[in-house]
């Protein structure tokens, strides 16, 4: 059985950074997009970032524009969010996904696997 577990969370000051890991345990051939999401108290959860199955392709959102990348080892079947220049704002649990296909999706319909998330909390 596939798993997701996401680290890297944790707490920092307005203007610092961070990086998120998200390891796919359990099944050694992940021909499968990934991406990250975020949700904070009381909003939907919305699109991070996500990166195609070979590490070529990379879709980022309109929250992590010019902050944040992604990248992934495909040895290692981890991917990872590079977040820089935090805000309070980007305060919120970050959700590692494997979608159906190979391509990055901006659309949470197109992910079927999900990690329990990690916090991220931006103080001022």
């Known amino acids: 059985q596939v798993q997701l577990v996401e680290s890297g969370g944790g707490s920092v000051q307005d203007g610092g950074s961070l990086r998120l890991s998200c390891v796919a345990s359990?099944?050694?051939?992940?021909?499968?997009?990934m991406g990250w999401f975020r949700q904070s108290p009381g909003k939907e959860r919305e699109f991070v970032a996500a990166?195609?199955?070979?590490?070529?392709?990379?879709r980022i959102g309109d929250v992590a524009k010019g902050r944040f990348s992604v990248s992934r080892d495909t040895g290692k079947n981890t991917i990872f969010l590079h977040m820089s220049n935090l805000k309070p704002e980007d305060t919120a649990m970050y959700y590692c996904?494997?979608?159906?296909?190979?391509?990055?999706?901006?659309?949470?319909?197109?992910?079927?696997?999900w990690g329990p998330g990690v916090q991220v909390t931006v103080s001022s």
């Open positions: 996904a494997e979608a159906f296909g190979g391509s990055p999706s901006e659309d949470f319909f197109e992910y079927n696997l």
């Open positions: 990166i195609g199955w070979s590490g070529a392709s990379t």
């Open positions: 359990g099944r050694t051939d992940r021909r499968y997009a």
